[in-house]
């Protein structure tokens, strides 16, 4: 069964961080990458970091680059998005999601109907 579950979100307040962790499940093969995405009020859903299954590239949104880490728990299934210093423009629904393609270019897909493979979200609010 192919699954991703995202948890970790919540309130946070602004300069606060924040560790997300998707579980995978059935995408082991390492042409597959697992990337984070998010989608805020009004705006278009885009990548924030992909990593490659195979040999672990990973690839940053440039705009966020310097806040966030991806890394990944093989033992576990499950892939990790760190963010710091957030501030109130990161409040938004953070998507994990599952891809066969190369980290750089599953990112760059964001919301154009390419990925069909997606976890159900979990909520962000960077809030006082």
């Known amino acids: 069964q192919l699954q991703l579950v995202e948890s970790g979100g919540g309130l946070v307040q602004p300069g606060g961080s924040l560790t997300l962790s998707c579980a995978t499940a059935g995408f082991t093969e390492d042409f597959y990458a697992i990337g984070w995405f998010r989608q805020a009020p009004g705006k278009g859903r885009e990548g924030l970091s992909c990593i490659n299954n195979g040999d672990n590239t990973t690839y940053y949104e440039d705009s966020v680059k310097d806040r966030i880490t991806i890394s990944r728990d093989k033992s576990k299934n499950t892939v990790y998005l760190q963010i710091t210093s957030l501030k109130s423009d990161d409040t938004a629904v953070y998507y994990c999601?599952?891809?066969?393609?190369?980290?750089?270019?599953?990112?760059?897909?964001?919301?154009?109907?390419?990925?069909?493979?997606w976890g159900q979200g979990t909520q962000v609010t960077v809030s006082e």
């Open positions: 999601a599952a891809a066969p393609f190369p980290a750089k270019a599953m990112c760059l897909m964001g919301s154009s109907g390419l990925i069909d493979y």
